[in-house]
């Protein structure tokens, strides 16, 4: 590990000539146009590769909003889509996607792989930074980056200028024709007492009442602009609003996703109000309970009342919350914030990314989207798996549930039968599992990336999210029949060799910073292995940031679960207050164990691995 200064004004750095951009799927938000590397020489190039199932790909997003603005003439940011699960590798999908999410630079769409292998990328999210010569002099795992990517591309312009190697001007980017539609890309819906709905119009950060014929709008609340702004219906601002829950009294919890908190509707008047949340998001180390509006969250995506309290699918941090309507009090309360699917005790259990709740008398139930799962917990507060067995499989199965399987499912709703209907998103179906026989079965097909569903009646109400539309079905006596398919993530594993395993967490500190150890360690590893067997040493939480992991000769695949983190601060002993940072990412890397594999295992953090030859530093 070694921390970079401002000593001098051109520091050394690694160089690595990028290697191509290539995408089968094309390239969108450019007007049609394709694009090469030399098309962009002379102008800083920030490549983010990302795939839009994943929530800390889309802080990364909202992280790098300020930075695309402030340096619109010389940095070209790129999304280089690169999917986890089957449905994103559609092309039609990564559309939606990029108008789903705001993105407002271009993005290639790589549904191959094919620049993600050539990058050697390991991670979603990853930041690569390639200088105005098209050389590579930077690579980001995870999130918590946006401020070093601002110095070293304020280095970049001071020394390209310098050079004549830098090119100002407009960039790539050209704006899609909005769509007149009534929604635009829905997330939830509530039924309102006296029959109406009420639709998170996530997109347009609003929340819309539809008359009971789920078309005709009743009122908007919300500005219509992405903001933090309460007050009456016409000026109150939210920012990709998701979850809805009734409280007492027939005002409603919405979870505002983008702003990090919980606000409050009255519906009759239109009165927007902050419940939850500063408007910041949570990192490892902030307060995990307290006041509600002193407490940090990250990306709240339901809410659902049980046992008194409103529960919080905090798919940021792969918890559960809860929110005391009683005493204005927020809480962790279950999740260990690791990335996966561990049942136990709240304290214990892994989650990922939670992004649907329902509740009945006695269990709240959850969609945990990226182990496309469906999971509860009792009213000991104890998780339970129904459906789902981890974060690499998926599919469109139907039968035991123990064998079924699903694809990142983002809602859930409980029928009249105590059964469980799930919005299978990504396989544009609805599904039903019924606890009393433990099987699963499909109760509708052809609806796009349903994202949530209510009752009304002996109707079910689907949020068609990428149909932008409520879609109304009458419940089926009889089951759809579909034909069985199983995916697995589509990242080829590493080989390792068998025996000991060097892993090596590459950080380097943005330049004028130095890691922050004036109250002890400022860097932690947590490393664990599905199956558990694969590791015979080298698991467990440390803060050294290199490890050697012993691997088990009898187990030839699994993966690797590692966490790390790492906090910086303004290298200058004359602040007293140095501005601070954290650096995070979870990593989930397939191995498989082979002999003339790898003995060393670099995952990058923060800067380039010079572990390796100078030709693959940060690119192996």
Request: net charge negative; with cysteine.
């Amino acid at each position: 590990m070694s921390d970079s200064t401002t000593q001098h004004p051109a520091p050394r750095r690694v160089r690595v000539r990028a290697p191509e951009l290539t995408g089968k799927g094309g390239w969108l938000n450019t007007g049609g146009r394709q694009y090469t590397l030399a098309d962009l020489r002379g102008r800083i190039v920030l490549l983010d590769f990302w795939t839009f199932c994943c929530i800390n790909c889309l802080h990364v997003l909202d992280e790098l909003r300020e930075l695309e603005e402030k340096h619109r003439d010389t940095v070209v940011v790129i999304g280089v889509h690169s999917p986890k699960f089957a449905h994103e590798a559609e092309h039609a999908a990564v559309v939606d996607a990029v108008e789903r999410y705001g993105v407002e630079h271009p993005v290639l769409d790589d549904p191959e792989l094919a620049t993600w292998k050539q990058y050697a990328v390991r991670a979603w999210p990853t930041l690569v930074v390639i200088d105005p010569e098209g050389y590579v002099v930077a690579q980001h795992a995870g999130e918590g980056h946006a401020h070093a990517i601002e110095r070293l591309v304020a280095e970049l312009e001071t020394e390209h200028e310098a050079k004549g190697t830098l090119r100002r001007g407009d960039g790539p980017y050209v704006a899609p024709d909005p769509e007149p539609t009534v929604l635009r890309f829905p997330g939830k819906a509530l039924l309102l007492p006296g029959g109406d709905f009420l639709v998170s119009d996530t997109t347009r950060h609003q929340l819309v009442r539809l008359a009971p014929d789920g078309e005709t709008v009743v009122r908007r609340y919300g500005a219509g602009e992405r903001g933090f702004v309460d007050g009456g219906a016409e000026h109150a601002r939210f920012s990709e609003p998701q979850g809805l829950a009734l409280l007492d009294g027939g005002t409603v919890v919405v979870a505002d996703t983008v702003n990090h908190a919980l606000r409050r509707l009255d519906p009759a008047t239109g009165e927007v109000s902050t419940l939850a949340g500063t408007g910041r998001q949570w990192w490892q180390g902030s307060p995990t309970s307290g006041l509600a509006w002193e407490v940090d969250l990250s990306s709240p995506w339901d809410v659902a009342v049980f046992g008194g309290k409103v529960w919080i699918a905090m798919a940021g941090v792969h918890q559960l919350w809860t929110y005391d309507p009683e005493d204005c009090t927020v809480a962790a309360a279950a999740g260990t914030t690791n990335e996966g699917l561990v049942d136990g005790p709240g304290v214990e259990a892994w989650f990922a990314q939670p992004s649907g709740l329902a509740a009945t008398a006695d269990r709240l139930w959850l969609a945990d989207s990226e182990t496309s799962a469906l999971r509860w917990v009792d009213l000991d507060g104890a998780v339970h798996t129904a459906v789902g067995t981890g974060l690499f499989d998926f599919g469109h199965r139907d039968g035991a549930a123990d064998q079924a399987l699903l694809q990142h499912p983002l809602g859930v709703t409980v029928l009249p039968d105590g059964s469980v209907a799930v919005s299978d998103t990504y396989n544009h179906a609805l599904r039903r599992y019924d606890p009393a026989t433990g099987e699963v079965t499909t109760l509708a097909t052809d609806l796009r990336e349903p994202s949530d569903a209510v009752l009304v009646g002996d109707d079910i109400v689907v949020v068609e999210s990428a149909r932008h539309r409520l879609t109304r079905l009458r419940l089926p006596e009889e089951t759809v029949k579909v034909e069985a398919v199983a995916h697995r993530t589509r990242r080829a594993p590493t080989e390792v060799a068998p025996g000991s395993l060097r892993l090596d967490i590459v950080f380097q500190a943005p330049a004028g910073q130095k890691l922050d150890e004036r109250y002890g360690p400022s860097t932690r590893l947590l490393v664990s292995s599905t199956p558990p067997e694969l590791l015979l040493g080298g698991e467990g939480a440390d803060t050294a940031l290199s490890r050697t992991l012993k691997l088990n000769p009898s187990i030839s695949e699994g993966v690797l679960h590692v966490s790390a983190m790492a906090a910086s601060c303004d290298d200058d002993p004359a602040n007293e207050y140095p501005a601070c940072h954290v650096h995070q990412q979870d990593w989930g890397v397939p191995v498989r164990v082979a002999s003339g594999g790898a003995d060393r295992l670099p995952l990058v953090l923060a800067g380039m691995d010079e572990g390796t030859d100078e030709g693959a530093a940060g690119l192996g």
